[in-house]
């Protein structure tokens, strides 16, 4: 039972991070020219460290230009983030994936 829980928590948070992102993104730009700053800013933290590139470009994203292609890139840099919590969330400990606990 609880190696069945190890190997759903690996899995379930980084999907967990990835719906928050998505949500983040589709609050964040309204895809017509605007954006709220709060939820942006939201966005840009928990895509951290790659999204602090986006810094360069806050004058475009602020002005509501291309947001499209900065919600791709949000979410792009969600995936990479998403991969790392996945390595995080795997047990570290060889042995305890060899038990079968069924």
């Not at 949000?74 to 305890?96: E, H, Q, S």
């Amino acid at each position: 039972m609880e190696l069945k829980l190890l190997r759903k928590r690996e899995f379930l948070i980084p999907t967990i991070y990835l719906i928050f992102v998505t949500v983040c993104i589709f609050v964040a730009f309204d895809f017509e020219g605007r954006i709220v700053p709060i939820a942006w800013i939201v966005l840009l933290v928990i895509t951290l460290p790659w999204s602090i590139i986006s810094i360069f470009f806050g004058w475009a994203i602020i002005h509501g230009v291309a947001l499209e292609f900065f919600a791709v890139m949000y979410f792009g840099f969600a995936i990479v983030n998403a991969f790392f919590i996945y390595l995080i969330a795997k047990p570290k400990i060889k042995g305890l994936q060899s038990l079968n606990l069924d």
